[in-house]
């Protein structure tokens, strides 16, 4: 049934710009009737905002989208859900104590005479909607009360309800166990074969060459290519996706790790948000003098180890030593045996966006300006006027909400206060996140100081150009694994990005982890 | 390819700079029109009105002492509600706990007859311990069981009012018609000034609480953490500060303060605990706090304002045919227009929209890596 000649969506050279940032560049794609199109690319590749903007969510700052021919521009997602865009996000938007069969109608109820609601056309019509397409739900259940799986069926019927044609489908696996995949793959297949399009956003290489007709490949910000899903292996869209982009690196001597080891990790478990097992039995180690990286596409389980290592998250199992103390389960008691950690979540967990710059500088240095009970708040500000001095923090003053500062310039904020701590182990979370290219040389060039000066340096990146310049050593996480355990110099993107997709899990290379770590050290 | 925020212009600086001023100011002036215009609808003038409410309450020595007594609970009331919204916890309980203290200090008062110089401290004491255990009980469930301080202070409230009310009617009953603690021993009541009005020593004791909590905010740690821990837990208890503990404490001490509060009107204004004997004050502490935008010496302000409109209240009660809660509603508007500050900030992001987007998927790494233009 598939109609090849007309695409039922074009879209034609989107630009979108956030105040001078640009996140897409110039992005093209045409989706075809009947057809399951996958849009691959990393963590910040503009995925999602390309789709917000096709959504209405987000308006366009250039570029042309049409539909079914016509030109359109949608001011709200209502328009385009009148005109047939259905999106499923990430994080659903139901009401967890209605029914399946309210949250359907919810928005464009069937009423009765005098406004009042037709429950029982509505439940009548969401029986009759889920056995046309073949997705079993109960209209009475409560949502509360249903698995993740069925929530999101709940989501496709809500779409397919309001006669959506064209589906968007935002990391639809990221939350689903293998068989609830599969089932949602036979539900796309099924639709599809009826002539709906499906737009399938993720960054899993397997889903995408099990399920989808075409791929479009992204990042940063441009649609690279588009190709059939016929004879393309994974790791030819991997490259595509990590890209061959020159690396920036770092300017430093051969590492001296001292094989003390100042961050051990040792079989830790923890388990995610929804309470599945996020880090898995994993194993690492850091030792003063190197700089770690931790590769991995996002939500494999680096957030979470972090946390736990940073006492924010209490881990199920597993031991982790923070400069040899055992770790303890408050933030406190771990930087006081010596962690500095500069997170990846500014706006929340890194600084007080209200409170002032010399306000965020002074946490966690309190020690400092104490005497007695009474507090310097005058030297902590001139404290505060050296740092900003020291670390370029341009536009600011000790007294300004740190709020105001650009999100590089509030990275230097969280790295002068993290970096001037008698830390031993330093982990930094995305340390370029949003950082301009020169400001990013002197945040590397600060952890590579601090590696010299034999502290160890542990980092967390999505940004796998950032990993490979700066680690002496990276190590691949994935689904809550170390998968690889590698020397900087002797690798690149491909293979890393390689084990970042998951294409080796078998490999025989990883088995005894632990000592492996120790003997790279 | 960095990117500044266009919301640093001079007009967003001369807003900030006014804005803790502007804003209750504005707020009093919105009431006080609104309440014009119902006076006027009522067939008063309000000229006249406001006139008799300002003599009412600030013209001659006998009107003044009316309204500083008017004015020390609320400090009391006002201070705890300050102290604890600083901090992020919101103590809406002022009113039970001021209960609790006020038969602590009433039964202290009563029962354990000693010199003045043990008598009179130890009843305060026992005021502030009162109302510090009545608010433990909210902090130590949000503490350790995560469960929302807001509603079990709102649900303390009456709790403590039905509670102190048994113990007045049934257990420490003093003999005759009246639900009441038997009276203070004269060696626990604080001493008052004048014949005109009830106002006491206790006024000397909330005024010097504020100007400590006033230090306390600006020159210590724990103001400095408290602060920190109000606008941001989450970044507080990264940064290393002890959020739990310090949450339970600043509770306790807010529920001490409201405690003197009760102690403060069975010492020094009743003489003696009785039942349900507040007219509210621990409520209008929310609104005093509120007022004076958290800050201890904006609670004496505050406090001086809505002890003025309660002190004055009587005397427009007598002179004209209006009701004294129309000083009510005028307090009442106050709160309403000052709960607008979130329409204020959602004014300033209108005139001043922040550009850099909060999606995760599109600020990270793009600009972190050469573009190939």
């Given at each position: ?8 969506v074009?879209?034609r050279n ?7 940032f ?25 995925k ?16 042309d ?40 109608i ?23 909607i ?5 997705l ?23 779409a ?14 990221a ?7 599969r ?16 737009i ?6 397997r ?5 989808s ?8 910000g441009?649609?690279?290519s588009?190709?059939d ?13 990590v ?8 300017a ?41 990286g ?17 006492g924010?998250?209490r881990?199920?199992?597993g031991?982790?030593q923070?400069c ?10 771990n ?11 500014r ?6 966006l ?10 966690g ?8 009970p ?9 404290r505060?006027a050296?740092?900003i ?5 341009r536009?600011a ?25 008698d830390?031993r182990?330093?982990?930094?979370e995305?340390?370029?996140?949003g ?34 310049s700066?680690s ?23 293979e ?10 078998e ?12 003997h790279?050290? | ?33 609104v309440g014009g ?16 409410l300002?003599?009412?309450s ?7 002492l ?5 004015m ?6 006002g ?14 309980g ?12 009433g039964?202290?008062g ?7 110089f ?38 303390l ?9 048994f ?10 018609p009246?639900?009441k603690l ?6 626990a ?5 004048s014949?005109?009005?009830?106002v ?5 004791i ?10 306390i ?34 509770m ?21 605990f ?15 706090a509120?007022?004076?935008?958290f ?32 000083v ?15 329409s ?10 922040e ?10 790494p ?5 573009t190939?233009?």
């Amino acid at each position: 049934m598939p109609d090849a000649s007309v695409p039922v969506v074009s879209m034609r050279n989107i630009v979108k710009r956030f105040g001078n940032f640009t996140a897409i560049h110039s992005a093209s794609m045409d989706i075809r009737r009947g057809e399951i199109h996958a849009l691959v690319g990393e963590n910040g590749a503009g995925k999602s905002t390309l789709m917000n903007i096709l959504y209405g969510l987000l308006p366009r700052t250039d570029g042309d989208i049409d539909l079914r021919g016509e030109p359109v521009r949608f001011a709200n997602p209502k328009e385009a859900i009148a005109l047939g865009i259905g999106m499923v996000h990430q994080h659903f938007k139901l009401a967890p104590s209605f029914t399946v069969a309210e949250n359907i109608i919810l928005g464009s109820e069937p009423l009765k005479s005098f406004g009042r609601l037709d429950r029982i056309r509505a439940e009548r019509e969401t029986k009759a909607i889920s056995e046309r397409f073949g997705l079993n739900l109960d209209p009475r259940a409560i949502i509360a009360t249903l698995p993740v799986g069925l929530r999101q069926r709940v989501e496709i019927l809500k779409a397919l309800y309001r006669e959506a044609e064209i589906l968007i489908l935002d990391e639809p696996t990221a939350v689903l166990t293998p068989q609830e995949t599969r089932e949602l793959f036979a539900t796309m297949r099924s639709l599809a074969d009826s002539g709906h399009s499906i737009i399938f956003i993720t960054h899993k290489l397997r889903e995408v060459l099990a399920v989808s007709d075409r791929i479009s490949v992204m990042r940063q910000g441009r649609i690279l290519s588009t190709i059939d899903n016929k004879n393309v292996t994974a790791q030819e869209i991997a490259s595509l996706m990590v890209g061959r982009s020159v690396l920036l690196r770092v300017a430093k001597n051969e590492a001296k790790p001292t094989g003390e080891l100042l961050l051990d990790v040792k079989g830790l478990t923890a388990l995610g948000e929804r309470g599945e097992t996020a880090v898995d039995n994993l194993s690492l180690s850091v030792s003063a003098g190197e700089i770690v990286g931790l590769a991995g596409v996002q939500g494999n389980g680096q957030d979470e180890l972090v946390e736990c290592i940073a006492g924010l998250r209490r881990p199920v199992g597993g031991q982790v030593q923070i400069c040899g103390t055992p770790l303890r389960p408050n933030p406190r008691g771990n930087r006081e045996a010596g962690l500095a950690y500069i997170p990846a979540d500014r706006g929340d967990l890194g600084l007080s966006l209200e409170s002032s710059i010399w306000e965020n500088m002074t946490v966690g240095h309190l020690g400092k300006f104490k005497a007695g009970p009474f507090f310097a708040a005058t030297r902590a500000k001139q404290r505060a006027a050296e740092l900003i001095a020291r670390f370029d923090v341009r536009g600011a003053t000790p007294d300004k909400a740190a709020g105001s500062l650009s999100g590089g310039n509030q990275q230097k904020v969280q790295i002068a206060r993290e970096l001037t701590r008698d830390a031993r182990l330093i982990i930094a979370e995305q340390p370029s996140q949003g950082v301009d290219i020169g400001a990013i040389e002197a945040i590397h060039r600060t952890l590579v100081e601090m590696r010299d000066a034999g502290r160890a340096v542990f980092v967390v990146s999505a940004d796998l150009d950032e990993v490979l310049s700066i680690s002496d050593r990276v190590l691949v996480i994935y689904r809550g694994r170390i998968v690889a355990n590698l020397k900087a110099a002797d690798t690149d993107a491909e293979e890393v990005g390689r084990y970042m997709g998951g294409l080796d899990e078998e490999p025989a290379s990883v088995g005894a982890l632990p000592k492996e770590t120790q003997h790279v050290v | 390819m960095s990117f500044e925020t266009t919301g640093s212009g001079p007009g967003m600086a001369v807003l900030n700079f006014c804005r803790p001023a502007v804003q209750p100011i504005v707020a009093v002036l919105i009431a006080t029109i609104v309440g014009g215009l119902l006076v006027l609808a009522l067939g008063e003038n309000p000229i006249e009105v406001y006139g008799l409410l300002i003599s009412g309450s600030l013209v001659g020595v006998p009107n003044l002492l009316v309204t500083l007594q008017m004015m020390t609970p609320l400090l009391f009331t006002g201070l705890a509600v300050a102290i604890s919204f600083r901090a992020g916890l919101w103590n809406i309980g002022a009113e039970g706990q001021m209960l609790v203290g006020a038969l602590f200090a009433g039964v202290v008062g009563y029962a354990f007859p000693m010199p003045w110089f043990l008598h009179l401290p130890l009843a305060i004491l026992a005021g502030f311990v009162g109302g510090g255990l009545w608010s433990a009980i909210p902090a130590l469930l949000r503490v350790y069981l995560g469960v929302n301080e807001l509603v079990v202070c709102l649900m303390l409230n009456p709790i403590a009012l039905l509670l102190t009310g048994f113990f007045a009617t049934h257990v420490f009953k003093a003999p005759g018609p009246t639900n009441k603690l038997p009276d203070i021993a004269p060696s626990a009541a604080l001493p008052t000034f004048s014949v005109y009005s009830q106002v006491n020593a206790g006024i000397f004791i909330a005024l010097a609480c504020c100007i400590i909590f006033a230090i306390i905010n600006v020159r210590t740690v724990r103001g400095f953490e408290w602060k920190i821990m109000g606008l941001s837990p989450r970044f507080a208890y990264y940064g290393g500060i002890n959020v739990p503990r310090r949450a339970i404490w600043v509770m306790i001490l807010s529920g001490g303060i409201a405690g003197l509060a009760g102690a403060e009107q069975v010492l020094g204004q009743y003489g003696a605990f009785y039942d349900n004997f507040s007219p509210g004050y621990g409520f209008d502490g929310i609104a005093v706090a509120m007022l004076a935008n958290f800050n201890p010496i904006g609670v004496i302000v505050a406090a001086f304002l809505f002890g003025a409109l309660n002190g004055g209240s009587g005397v427009l009660q007598m002179m004209t045919g209006l009701s004294k809660y129309l000083v009510q509603v005028l307090q009442f508007i106050t709160v309403l227009v000052l709960a607008a500050q979130f329409s204020w900030d959602w004014l300033i992001l209108r005139l001043f929209p922040e550009p850099p987007p909060k999606s995760p998927d599109a600020v990270e790494p793009v600009n972190a890596t050469p573009t190939e233009a």
